[in-house]
């Protein structure tokens, strides 16, 4: 079981910015994708979820401006984040607990991507 992020960099506020997740070794269908970041000197934190019927939620700091999608065929899932603010600079990452449904705490999750860097600054 592999996960694979992409798609950070740097962006201004009010920038938008795709990552992607590849998931090698299970499918993603059946299974429920989670992305959560992490700035520096703080924990990690849940941003969103995609289940395995396609349902998603959002953390409330990201609800409007993210948005999780997939493409079953390619076994990768997408955050698409608008709106971008100082505040979601962090390292990103997507991660698996191999349940159809999977919680919104670090613990849920027990194979993660590697991250990928977000910065948005002026």
């Known amino acids: 079981v592999q996960l694979q992020a992409s798609g950070g960099g740097s962006v201004q506020p009010g920038g938008s910015l795709r990552l992607s997740c590849v998931a090698s070794?299970?499918?993603?269908?059946?299974?429920?994708i989670g992305w959560f970041r992490q700035a520096p000197g703080k924990e990690r934190e849940f941003v969103g979820r995609?289940?395995?019927?396609?349902?998603?939620d959002y953390a409330d700091s990201v609800k409007g401006r993210f948005t999780i999608s997939r493409d079953i065929a390619k076994s990768t899932v997408y955050l698409q984040m608008n709106s971008l603010k100082s505040e979601d600079t962090a390292v990103y990452y997507c991660?698996?607990?191999?349940?159809?449904?999977?919680?919104?705490?670090?613990?849920?999750?027990?194979?993660w991507g590697q991250g990928t860097l977000v910065t948005v600054s002026s």
């Open positions: 991660a698996s607990g191999l349940c159809p449904y999977t919680g919104r705490e670090p613990l849920d999750y027990r194979y």
């Open positions: 995609i289940n395995w019927g396609g349902g998603t």
């Open positions: 070794g299970f499918s993603s269908e059946h299974y429920a």
